[in-house]
């Protein structure tokens, strides 16, 4: 599972962080497996750390933003991506652009959402095949929806970028993002979050 944003700085190692994150506390230690989740930016900072406040958002959800560092979107990435995840429809451009048939796998986050909440969950493979494997049937089932659920507006499915903002305006992406996260998580585990 590949998010994708500009900077690789800010909306996708949050992203990326609050999924491992939200994997791992629902799944209470039972190992994702083959299932891997990473973050690049169509103009990714290479070897850049996360900013200050996408790391305190992230603290502020519990997750960890240790060690990560920025990497510039490349081919490798898409091609070992079973699904693409991005900030906007601009940067899902982009990456169906680069070519690799992307075009099924790569979806905007809110997006993805949106298509998940209509996928029943009993139709995906049980846990015990893998996270992976349940992963990869997500992503057939949500690109067979595309298409047949629009967004509402062009808008919806767009996470702006908080780059430069104040924490404020930080914190209120983490709050976009790990909404939209809740679902996709839920149908990849089977387990709701706990609140």
Not at 48 to 55: G, I, T
Request: with cysteine; hydrophobic share 45%; aromatic share 6%.
């Amino acid at each position: 599972m590949l998010h994708v944003s500009t900077g690789n700085v800010c909306r996708s190692p949050i992203t990326e962080r609050l999924t491992r994150h939200a994997l791992a506390h629902r799944l209470g230690g039972i190992p994702v497996g083959d299932l891997i989740v990473e973050s690049a930016g169509t103009w990714g900072h290479e070897g850049a750390p996360m900013e200050a406040n996408a790391a305190a958002v992230l603290a502020d959800f519990g997750a960890d933003a240790t060690g990560f560092t920025g990497r510039e979107l490349l081919d490798e990435h898409v091609i070992r991506a079973d699904l693409v995840l991005t900030a906007t429809r601009d940067h899902r451009a982009q990456v169906i652009s680069m070519g690799h048939s992307a075009g099924l796998r790569t979806f905007t986050l809110k997006e993805f959402t949106r298509l998940v909440r209509a996928i029943d969950p009993a139709t995906l493979p049980p846990l015990g095949d893998g996270v992976a494997e349940r992963a990869r049937a997500l992503v057939r089932a949500a690109a067979a929806l595309r298409g047949w659920l629009l967004a509402p507006s062009p808008d919806a499915d767009e996470v702006y970028d908080p780059y430069g903002a104040p924490i404020t305006f930080f914190r209120s992406i983490g709050d976009e993002i790990n909404q939209a996260l809740d679902p996709v998580v839920t149908a990849l585990t089977g387990v709701n979050a706990r609140h």
